[in-house]
């Protein structure tokens, strides 16, 4: 059998093609995580050793660019985005999971009408809503503001939300909440008590695809806020003019800002495909 | 409103307690739906106004009707014709190359390899990292023609001395982009592959199918609605991009990378030219509802293939 069946065909072969695809395999999985690889080694160097020509690929490293880093200006900006992702978090959650509810075990007409404008408003792009945005930020002075932001992180999030949330929902036998209505449950005990439970994995995966977006999130977040609301992709702008002089210090940057998505991503991967696709893959 | 005041409950009941009913319904969905109808279609319609109007914020008293004169500027503005030129451009390769790339790797990663788990985990890496990072990373300390690791590895070739950023600039930005969305398609194409039965493919081999034979006839099918789904999202976020053109290129040099949300910045929040912006906004409506309308069909009904299980 040519090493090319073996590509088809996962089920058997040689070691000797399945030693070949491996090889292949992590030298291209090694060049996409490569540049991941060198902005950790970068952020472990000093300045000198960063802007090195040819590249230093040997060094001792040092946590000093890190520590200047943390002890500098950076950490109000980190707060920042962390009040902004896990605030849109919550009240997507709040708002999103009796939405879900409804339109999964309460079908109403036209449900899939709703669920169409939901799922609509998160991809207008945001340029047919940023001008008036802006200018009712200006005018009710909500510029520069976390909440202001925290809001509209939940308005980008909603859609996917409700949409996360409804195909988890689907899965759950109708039965037991039948049951639960039968025993007198009311709405919110019913929600609350045999929901939440039930759709532990869905809260997870819509938790986790809602802090990558607004995490992440850097239209809005330069646009909307200048000094005491910025976000920690906001703070990376302040190297955009680098010119060889804190490279090292943009890594370590670069690196901390990264961290919390990364981590989250790498431990809920299975959540994250789902979330990703909107419900769509299992 | 209308989609939720229709909205009825179960056939065969009195009036009362039939309004009563829809009522208890629609009420878990009112207040994500008035939350979405505050923050986008309210400012939406409010962008559609200001389209009208000649308005800079840098002028006092400077809000006058304009009728279609924004529409028209855009029509003979050249800034335009680029952007939309440049969006269609970037997204077009962005998503052919990575969905490429990922259908590659997910091959890879689904055959018999040694490291599988530890494999995918570090390829979704570049998918995971901020963008505003990556992009610096990118510019600074891979891409840069005096520090960068890049034209010191390809010194040997003769491509030492190239300056990507301002060279090459879309191709600069093509590259991130597809380093940032090779992951995610090949995450999507990956779960259709794992979905495979791979007795399909041993009896084909059994049959005397060439490998070539069962891709084209078995794996390829099996695993289109995936790439479909993946290409069709990926585009509504690619169309969108701004963060790795703010920080790699911002829009140049010229105007040879910028899209239509850099566009839309440089008016908007360099230029404070509110009409004109919104004129903008409305055409990016426009273009992105058309692919939205195909992504979404699509997605529904992958949804209900998945529902019907």
Not at chain 1, 102 to 124: C, M
Not at chain 1, 132 to 141: G, I, M, T
Not at chain 2, 126 to 136: E, H, S, V, Y
Not at chain 2, 196 to 216: I, M, S
């Amino acid at each position: 059998m040519s090493a090319n069946a073996m590509r088809a065909n996962p089920t058997g072969g040689f070691p000797a093609s399945k030693v070949l695809w491996t090889v292949v395999g992590w030298l291209v999985v090694f060049i996409f995580f490569f540049p991941v690889l060198w902005m950790w080694l970068e952020a472990f160097k000093t300045e000198p050793q960063a802007a090195s020509s040819p590249p230093t690929i040997f060094f001792v490293p040092t946590l000093e660019e890190f520590q200047e880093v943390m002890s500098g200006d950076f950490p109000p900006f980190f707060i920042n985005s962390a009040t902004a992702s896990l605030g849109s978090t919550f009240l997507v959650l709040v708002l999103g999971l009796p939405a879900a509810y409804a339109l999964a075990i309460r079908p109403v007409k036209r449900t899939q009408d709703v669920l169409f404008f939901f799922i609509s408003t998160r991809f207008l792009p945001f340029a047919a809503s940023l001008v008036p945005l802006y200018l009712l930020a200006r005018d009710l002075q909500l510029l520069d503001n976390i909440f202001a932001l925290t809001l509209i992180y939940t308005t980008i999030n909603l859609p996917l939300g409700v949409w996360l949330l409804r195909s988890f929902l689907l899965e759950i036998p109708h039965d037991l909440f039948e049951a639960a209505r039968v025993d007198g449950a009311s709405f919110f005990t019913e929600l609350v008590r045999i929901v939440v439970p039930l759709i532990a994995p869905g809260i997870a995966a819509t938790s986790l695809i809602c802090l990558i977006f607004s995490w992440n999130e850097f239209f809005y977040a330069v646009n909307f806020t200048s000094s005491t609301a910025a976000t920690a992709p906001v703070f990376l702008v302040g190297f955009i003019s680098g010119r060889g002089l804190f490279y090292a210090k943009l890594a370590a940057a670069a690196t901390l800002a990264s961290l919390p998505v990364l981590l989250a991503g790498w431990i809920a991967q299975k959540q994250l495909i789902r979330g990703l696709t909107m419900g769509a893959v299992k | 409103m209308s989609a939720v005041a229709e909205m009825g409950g179960v056939p065969g009941q009195s009036a009362a307690s039939f309004r009563r009913e829809a009522w208890l319904r629609r009420l878990p969905l009112l207040p994500a739906f008035i939350f979405v109808i505050i923050i986008t279609q309210i400012p939406f319609a409010l962008t559609v106004y200001y389209s009208f109007f000649d308005w800079n914020l840098l002028q006092d008293n400077s809000f006058k009707f304009a009728g279609l004169a924004n529409y028209a500027r855009l029509v003979t503005d050249e800034s335009l014709r680029i952007a939309v030129w440049n969006t269609v451009l970037l997204t077009i390769s962005v998503i052919a190359i990575s969905v490429v790339l990922g259908l590659a790797v997910a091959m890879l990663l689904n055959s018999e390899v040694f490291g599988k788990g530890f494999m995918r985990t570090l390829m979704i890496a570049p998918f995971l990292i901020m963008p505003t990072a990556g992009a610096l990373i990118w510019k600074d300390t891979l891409l840069n023609p005096l520090f960068g690791l890049l034209p010191y590895l390809l010194a040997p070739f003769g491509l030492g001395r190239v300056d990507w950023v301002n060279q090459y600039p879309m191709v600069s930005v093509v590259g991130v982009e597809v380093w940032r969305w090779t992951p995610f398609m090949m995450l999507i194409i990956l779960a259709g592959l794992q979905s495979q039965n791979p007795e399909v493919l041993e009896a084909a081999r059994v049959d005397g199918a060439t490998a070539l034979q069962a891709f084209r006839h078995i794996t390829l099918p099996l695993v289109r609605p995936f790439i479909e789904l993946g290409a069709l999202l990926g585009s509504l976020f690619v169309v969108q991009t701004f963060d790795t053109i703010f920080m790699l290129t911002h829009g140049g040099p010229g105007e040879d990378t910028t899209n239509i949300p850099f566009l839309l910045y440089l008016v908007a929040f360099q230029g404070f030219s509110i009409g004109q912006a919104s004129a903008i906004g409305v055409v990016a409506v426009i273009m992105t509802t058309i692919i939205a309308t195909v992504a979404l069909r699509t997605l529904f009904s992958i949804f209900q293939v998945e529902a019907r299980r």
